[in-house]
């Protein structure tokens, strides 16, 4: 079986359409705006990730490499927003939920940059779990991020 295969018959299943739908019924269309001027970063960022992460799922042999490098870049913005509302708390953690799921049955593995050593790397979701429990901290104290 090809990649390009592997990778239309993950997508194309239940534990995909679920990335798809999860986040936007999370925030039914308040975007993390309840009490606050300025919306929650983190929903685009999301979005950002969902589309580049459909594309690719979608590429031909031809642009695949270029539509992997995009997923690549939209996952590391991703892991370099933090909520700033607990709408966005909630997205955030339900979307890294499902993409922990649907990478681990696709096998499909991306690492990012080691917080304090430069050599070594770390799984994507260190990221995610990091700015989640931030986010809950300075929300619950009222704080801002």
Same mark, same amino acid.
């Given at each position: 079986?090809?990649?390009?295969?592997?990778?239309?018959?993950?997508?194309?299943?239940?534990?995909?359409?679920?990335?798809?739908?999860?986040?936007?019924?999370?925030?039914?269309?308040?975007?993390?705006?309840?009490?606050?001027?300025?919306?929650?970063?983190?929903?685009?960022?999301?979005?950002?990730?969902?589309?580049?992460?459909?594309?690719?799922?979608?590429?031909?042999?031809?642009?695949?490499?270029?539509?992997?490098?995009?997923?690549?870049?939209?996952? @590391?913005?991703?892991?370099?927003?933090? /909520? $700033?509302?607990?709408?966005?708390? *909630?997205?955030? !953690?339900? +979307?890294?939920?499902?993409?922990?799921?649907?990478?681990?049955?696709?096998? @499909?593995?991306?690492?990012?940059?080691? /917080? $304090?050593?430069?050599?070594?790397? *770390?799984?994507? !979701?260190? +990221?995610?779990?990091?700015?989640?429990?931030?986010?809950?901290?300075?929300?619950?104290?009222?704080?801002?991020?």
């Amino acid at each position: 079986m090809s990649d390009k295969l592997d990778r239309r018959t993950m997508l194309t299943g239940a534990a995909f359409a679920s990335v798809l739908v999860l986040p936007v019924a999370v925030t039914a269309g308040s975007h993390g705006t309840i009490g606050c001027e300025e919306p929650d970063p983190i929903f685009s960022a999301i979005e950002a990730h969902r589309k580049a992460f459909i594309d690719w799922g979608n590429g031909s042999d031809e642009n695949i490499g270029r539509l992997g490098d995009i997923e690549k870049e939209a996952l @590391y913005a991703l892991l370099d927003e933090a /909520p $700033t509302t607990l709408a966005g708390v *909630v997205a955030l !953690s339900r +979307y890294s939920a499902e993409l922990t799921m649907l990478f681990s049955a696709m096998d @499909y593995s991306r690492s990012a940059a080691h /917080p $304090t050593d430069e050599k070594k790397s *770390v799984d994507w !979701s260190y +990221y995610i779990h990091r700015h989640v429990a931030d986010a809950v901290l300075n929300l619950s104290s009222g704080a801002q991020p």
